[in-house]
């Protein structure tokens, strides 16, 4: 292991058994100052930040775009404080952490017996969704995540995930789609982020205006199993309750080729990602590339860039 990859594994296991034993109050405290520091210093995350708020709202100037990029990185680490620290949280602390709107999308779809998936993009805190779905709704889940480096990094987020009660399957391998497909033909919920393509295969959509690719998975995922695919949206305010959307379904299209109905779903997700995005973008936390345009050939879809979690 590196000297780099050390670092950043000790880093991260630092977060998990020191932030955790802080009062709430002094983790607040403590993501702001680091949130503020890292946007002053305007690292390449930062600039990447404001570059990707540019597209999201459109005709921003350099204030608007500073003082969003400023709100973003306070809402990132308002995520990593809260990811920290949810190991040490009581159950009704995470019962009453998280008020969601439209539920009934996804406890419809539970009760219809043929499962669900769920699409989030990188808002807000998707890892305390998760928690609040197996703890207040007492639904297991599957989710799927990106294999880091160092090897112990993502062992921790494996560990982190399963703590808070998910099986987590490793992106790379190739088996993990068969395997959510059959928890979801089970009647079961799987969970995916599904803004980013991380592979060779994703799917080219129109968001905010120019052209991203995003994962296929999802809706291939509905169109093999029959499952429920149901876009999810989250936001701070400024409680400390973090409040999200569950949009309604998206449908399968009744004509077409496998290709062209995952096309379609495919754009309707980031269709729902974009309203959201756009009614909360301080609360997208996409400090990498995204958009063709920005792609270059060491990023490009399969190429890993540090920083996804």
Not at 150 to 172: I, K, N, Q, W
Not at 239 to 250: K, L
């Amino acid at each position: 292991m590196s000297a780099r990859d050390r670092l950043t594994d000790g880093l991260y296991g630092a977060g998990w058994t020191t932030v955790k034993k802080l009062p709430e109050p002094a983790a607040v405290r403590l993501g702001r100052t680091v949130a503020d520091v890292a946007w002053k210093r305007r690292g390449a995350g930062v600039r990447r930040l404001e570059s990707n708020y540019a597209r999201v709202v459109a005709g921003a100037g350099p204030e608007r775009l500073a003082a969003l990029s400023r709100a973003g990185m306070r809402s990132y680490l308002r995520y990593w404080m809260e990811s920290f620290r949810l190991p040490a949280w009581s159950t009704e602390r995470i019962k009453d952490g998280f008020a969601p709107e439209d539920l009934h999308h996804l406890t419809d779809g539970m009760d219809a017996g043929k499962g669900v998936v769920l699409a989030l993009p990188h808002l807000a805190n998707w890892d305390l969704a998760g928690a609040w779905v197996t703890t207040k709704l007492g639904i297991p889940f599957t989710t799927v995540a990106e294999r880091l480096k160092p090897e112990t990094l993502y062992d921790r987020f494996v560990a982190y995930r399963e703590g808070l009660g998910m099986e987590v399957l490793p992106h790379s391998g190739g088996s993990a789609f068969g395997t959510l497909a059959r928890r979801l033909r089970d009647g079961g919920l799987v969970c995916l982020v599904a803004d980013r393509d991380l592979s060779a295969s994703g799917v080219e959509v129109e968001f905010f205006g120019e052209t991203a690719r995003m994962p296929a998975g999802p809706a291939l995922l509905a169109q093999q199993t029959g499952a429920r695919l149901l876009p999810v949206t989250l936001w701070y305010d400024d409680s400390p309750v973090m409040r999200g959307r569950v949009h309604p379904p998206v449908e399968v299209p009744e004509s077409g080729t496998r290709a062209e109905k995952t096309s379609v779903m495919t754009q309707a997700l980031a269709d729902a990602f974009a309203t959201g995005i756009a009614d909360h973008p301080e609360d997208w936390h996409m400090l990498q590339r995204l958009w063709l345009k920005d792609l270059d050939p060491a990023k490009a879809p399969g190429a890993r860039e540090r920083g996804d979690r």
